[in-house]
Each structure stands twice: as C-alpha cells, then as structure tokens.
T-cell receptor, first 115, second 116 residues
Framework: DTAVSQTPKYLVTQMGNDKSIKCEQNLGHDTMYWYKQDSKKFLKIMFSYNNKELIINETVPNRFSPKSPDKAHLNLHINSLELGDSAVYFC??????????????FGSGTQLSVL | AQSVAQPEDQVNVAEGNPLTVKCTYSVSGNPYLFWYVQYPNRGLQFLLK??????LVKGSYGFEAEFNKSQTSFHLKKPSALVSDSALYFC??????????????FGQGTTLQVKP
C-alpha cells in the first residue's frame, strides 16, 4: 500500500489553464505539506497543514490554493498557470511537528509542464 | 539567514570504496539536521537525523552522518558504496523557531554516482 499517493503523476497543460493535484496519505499523520522542486532539483516548501489548518504559507503566489478536506488529504489547485510553474510538486506528510519527529514521508511527485 | 549548503553537485565513487557527501549548515540555536535520498522518479526518503546526543548518527541502508558543531557540518558517510546507492542526496535543517510547523530547509542536493 502506498503511504503518500498523489495524482496525476504527469500533468501537461497550456498557460492560463487551471489545474489541481490531489494528495492522500494513509499513515494517520496530522500534518501534510506541498514542496516544489525546480529544474535544478532545488526543493522548497510551499504549504503545510496540520489537522486541516494552514500553518505554513511560504510567500507562494495566491494563484496557488491548497485545500484540506480532512487530515488525510491535501490538494493543490493552481489558477492561471504560468511557464514558471513548471516543476515537480511533492506532497509529504509527518506526525505532528513539535514532538521531535520531523521524518517526512513523500509522495512520488507530480511533474507539471506548462506549455 | 538559516541555510544548508551542499558544496558538491556530484560525487563519484567506485563500488566498495567509502563515500562522503558533504553538508554545512547555518542556523541559530541547536540544529536539527537530516539526510534524505531521492531515487529517480521517486519522492524523497528519510535516511537519518541528528537531534541531540552522540555526534555519529546511524541511519538506513548502512549510512551514517557525523555532526561537527565547530565546523557546522553534517557529512553523510558510508564505509563501502554500492551501485544501488546512486541517487540524489539532500541535507536538511529544521530552522530555529519552526518547532511547531515541521518546516525543513533543504540543501541543493548532491548526485552520488557509484560505478562498478
């Protein structure tokens, strides 16, 4: 069973379109994240949710809107896609932070290509 | 600014030889340090972490890392490399003041190439 699963694996779309990436974890974790990995493999946090509550928003453009319907799901919706949004987006989860356990479990990534 | 640096884009080593992947950090307060590995077309996987205690930390797949406070380093090591260790390795630090967020700052990654 996949612990952190995200769909789709590949997403090719035109500039200006709106798209969503879905993420689900079956680990019973309280906290979920979205990370962006650019073409140089640089990895940066975008958002973090703890029990459906937003706790990190790293100055991401407001075209990006995360939604957490429950603590097992964290979806990422992107409006008006731009060329610079092309990247690999990783979902991750962990036990509740602040308890000394920062072991993140990552999904296998969604490669977004904006044409 | 709190940061992590991995000075080598790529490390090449022959199978059976020891390997070292370097990491230095800059944080205020006591650092929480991590190593993750990314295999092609996969998400990152946790290897090991240093929180406190013994400076030599052992992790998955025979890897270990040595915390050196005076040199602000946390180098990843393995006594005998395997071809299957070839992957992208990330050092990460939990920035000071983020204990309740789970936020990690990642280095730029080092590609390890182990040749038979």
């Amino acid at each position: 069973d996949t612990a952190v699963s995200q769909t789709p694996k590949y997403l090719v779309t035109q500039m200006g379109n709106d798209k969503s990436i879905k993420c689900e974890q079956n680990l019973g974790h309280d906290t979920m994240y979205w990370y962006k990995q650019d073409s140089k493999k640089f990895l940066k946090i975008m958002f973090s949710y703890n029990n459906k509550e937003l706790i990190i928003n790293e100055t991401v453009p407001n075209r990006f809107s995360p939604k957490s319907p429950d603590k097992a799901h964290l979806n990422l919706h992107i409006n008006s896609l731009e060329l610079g949004d092309s990247a690999v987006y990783f979902c991750a989860s962990s036990q509740q932070p602040g308890q000394g356990v920062e072991k993140l479990f990552f999904g296998s990534g969604t490669q977004l290509s904006v044409l | 600014a709190q940061s992590v640096a991995q000075p080598e884009d790529q490390v090449n080593v022959a199978e059976g030889n020891p390997l070292t992947v370097k990491c230095t950090y800059s944080v205020s307060g006591n650092p929480y340090l991590f190593w993750y590995v990314q295999y092609p077309n996969r998400g990152l996987q946790f290897l090991l972490k240093y929180i406190t205690g013994d400076n030599l930390v052992k992790g998955s797949y025979g890897f270990e890392a040595e915390f050196n406070k005076s040199q602000t380093s946390f180098h990843l090591k393995k006594p005998s490399a395997l071809v299957s260790d070839s992957a992208l390795y990330f050092c990460a630090v939990r920035p000071h003041g983020s204990s309740n967020t789970g936020k990690l700052i990642f280095g730029q990654g080092t590609t390890l190439q182990v040749k038979p």
